[in-house]
Nanobody
Framework: QVQLVESGGGLVQAGGSLSLSCAPS????????MGWYRQAPGKQREWVAT???????NYADSVKGRFTISRDNAKNTVYLQMNSLKPEDTAVYYC??????????WGQGTQVTVSS
């Protein structure tokens, strides 16, 4: 059973920063891509950012220039650095690990709340 363990959520004022971490229970290179999604109350889960096994990154337009996804292969961890946070960034953030032709694995989610 593959597990993705997230940490780092919390409460922050608008304009502040938070960093999320995701540590998978298997070697990070076993995933073709890892990413972050979020789900706000009453809304569908939406994609935030992805980093491939080769290190390529992509971001949703809503977070581009404010969020940075990265990975530390030695620590087997993926990070999401979130700067200039806005109240609309408030959501439960989920770590995702994708294995081609197998499927997606999800973390349990971590709450991020941005106060105005």
């Amino acid at each position: 059973q593959v597990q993705l363990v997230e940490s780092g959520g919390g409460l922050v004022q608008a304009g502040g920063s938070l960093s999320l971490s995701c540590a998978p229970s298997r070697n990070i290179f076993r995933f073709n891509a890892m990413g972050w999604y979020r789900q706000a109350p009453g809304k569908q889960r939406e994609w935030v950012a992805t980093i491939t096994s080769g290190g390529s990154t992509n971001y949703a337009d809503s977070v581009k220039g404010r969020f940075t996804i990265s990975r530390d292969n030695a620590k087997n961890t993926v990070y999401l650095q979130m700067n200039s946070l806005k109240p609309e960034d408030t959501a439960v953030y989920y770590c995702n690990g994708r294995v081609n032709f197998v499927g997606d694995y999800w973390g349990q989610g971590t709450q991020v709340t941005v106060s105005s």
